[in-house]
């Protein structure tokens, strides 16, 4: 009887569906959710000189887990972790804004060009990606030091005595990052701004708004989307970027991913490192929370 | 062909002299167009798509600037006036509505870039959602509202500002033929209601119709007639207008005489005794045209020299109040008549094959010379 309802049970989850969509879920567990909880188990355990402890304990018939909130605890204690979060959050939302600002109307010259040149605009805008990504990091050390081509320029023209010194400051750290993720804001604010109405300008002005006031009241809220997928997609990975401070920033540029090397591969504190990467996960998580609810809203609305 | 004055009028609000507008440099869109427009009156403009009456409305809206030719409303010259600086609304083709906005907030935008003090402005948003009967639906956003309510939110929106002039694009194009017909006759009352003037494009001649005060119907970037509806109907100025606006017969003849109270024109399927005001050099080659409405059909041969012929029924289209017959004349002309049901349909009604005789009186048609 038990077998005869169980069966057609497990039958129904062999459908080709549920098959379909098995692959992505197997791949989604083994490849992000999995290292996840490892590291999430990672960070509640001790280091023993050189390994990792585990928090599962099996003895006398009983398993007892065993957390060691010590990392946590020691992230609040030590003023360095919050003002090394503080300072890469800083950097990322500067360079999220710098990427906004300079990327939107990038998008909107390129959304209003005629169609024919639009798709070789984007080509354009996606080009860099073919060079290697710490070729075009280490082309910047050679622009912007101390005996660099801009410093040359300068000097050729008069304009300095001295060279500027521009590497290894937070100016040579911001253009660089600006630089590697203004792409990652262009394409999603294209893609909107491409599908935005003309006709909705027109009834703007036509109301009486001005181009600027049109802008702002039409052209932006429609846009809304775009600059929010854009700029999660630039602060997310600015937040954790290690190569770009590594390369361009000042020795005493406080970065969250330079702190995790050196938990790793200096200090060898796995848990400790692991802590770190949960808490920035877990800042991340926010904005991105955030997001997923307004998405879901505006998606009930386009249903018209 | 000479630009038409629409009328003379010493209350004209809307002028338009001469206007063209030319794109690329070589497609005239707009063809040298002069017009006048009455202060509290719907204008209609008609034509097929590419027409030039669009171009025509979006410069009067001032999407558009005319290469050549002036604008004036209300005797100002608006025509290097931005769409933001001019007193002119417009009620867009499907509509245009703001998505991120509420019905409220769409109707107040406007008035918004007006500067209006927040009671006067809340007054006057409320007065215009009430004149659509959409008081309740002010805090929805427009993609929460069926296509008609939707279509009196724009009506509301570009009445807002209290526009001098009112240009209406399509306005019933996005509705079912159903809806249309009630919204045609609310769009005009609230229109006469607010007493604003109105310059409405369609390419549908039967809102043009029942819209208007004045059409103009265009063609190829201009005016080929300008008039009253009854006038563009029954008294079309040429071949193009008088099978643009409804249906029609026409007969290709000669004029063979031409006296002070008729001209008789012959055509290879009647000759047609036309008894109004119409002359002619005998043997010019004319059209004659005959609505379909205008033409009775009987088995009896009639029995006069004149308007009349004889054919074979080779179509019915039955519409309930009234059927549409094309009759197969001996020269193979398809001659189109349209019979008032005015008895219940019964078994001895006309059916496909039978022999009829077509007829009419000496008033029923129109002599086109273009």
Known sequence: MMFKSILPRIHGLFTVRNLVIAVPMVWLFALAAAPLLLVLDISLAHMNITSVSSIWHWADDELTLKFNFGNYLYLGDDSLYFKTYLSSLTFAAVTTLYCLVLGYPFAYFIARAPAHLRSVLLMLVMLPFWTSFLLRIYAWKALLSDNGVVNQGLAELGLVSSPLHMMHTSFSLTIGMVYAYLPFMVLPLYATLVKLDGRMLEAAADLGASPFKTFWLVTVPLTKRGIIAGSLLVFIPAFGEYVIPELLGGPRTLMIARVLWDEFFSNNDWPMASAVTIVMILLILVPMALFNRYNDETKLGDKS | ?370
Not at chain 2, 104 to 110: K, Q, R, S
Not at chain 2, 197 to 222: F, K, N, R, W
Not at chain 2, 257 to 278: L, S
């Open chain 2, 1 to 370: 062909m000479a630009p038409v004055i629409a009328n003379t009028d010493p209350d004209v609000l809307l002028r338009i002299e001469g206007v063209s507008k030319v794109f690329d440099g070589v497609v005239k869109a707009v063809d040298n167009v002069s017009l006048s427009v009455s202060k509290g009156e719907i204008f209609a403009l008609v034509g097929s798509s590419g027409c030039g009456k669009s171009t025509l409305l979006r410069m009067l809206a001032g999407f558009e600037t005319p290469t050549s030719g002036r604008i004036y409303l209300s005797g100002q010259d608006i025509t290097d006036l931005t769409p933001y600086q001019r007193p002119v609304n417009m009620m867009f083709q499907s509509y245009a509505l703001f998505p991120h906005l509420s019905v409220w907030d769409n109707v107040a935008f406007g008035l918004r870039r007006d500067g209006l003090r927040k009671a006067e402005l809340a007054e006057r948003v409320d007065a215009m959602l009430s004149l659509v009967q959409l008081s309740k639906y002010g805090k929805r956003k427009p993609h929460q509202l069926s296509g008609g309510q939707q279509q009196r939110v724009a009506l509301a929106r570009s009445l807002a500002k209290r526009p001098t002039l009112l240009l209406l694009d399509e306005p019933l194009g996005a509705l079912d033929k159903k809806l249309r017909e009630t919204t045609q006759f609310e769009l005009v009352n609230i229109i006469e209601q607010v007493g604003v003037t109105c310059v409405l494009v369609t390419h549908d001649q039967e809102e043009a119709m029942t819209m208007a005060s004045h059409i103009a119907v265009m063609d190829e970037g201009y005016f080929l007639q300008v008039g009253t509806p009854d006038e563009v109907y029954e008294m079309p100025n040429s071949r193009l207008v008088a099978s643009f606006i409804g249906n029609v017969n026409i007969f290709e003849g000669k004029v063979d005489e031409d006296e002070p109270d008729h001209i008789t024109v012959r055509c290879p399927e009647c000759t047609h005794y036309v008894g109004h005001g119409i002359s002619g050099v005998p043997g010019m080659n004319v059209g004659v045209a005959l609505r379909p409405e205008k033409i009775q059909l009987s088995a009896q041969q009639p029995n006069k020299a004149h308007n009349w012929c004889e054919g074979e029924v080779v179509e019915i289209a039955y519409f309930g109040a009234h059927t549409t017959y094309h009759i197969k004349l001996n020269t193979g002309m398809n001659l189109k008549v349209q019979q008032a049901n005015l008895t219940r349909k019964t078994a001895d009604d006309l059916t496909w094959g039978d022999r009829v005789f077509a007829h009419w009186s000496r008033d029923a048609m129109v002599v086109l010379t273009e």
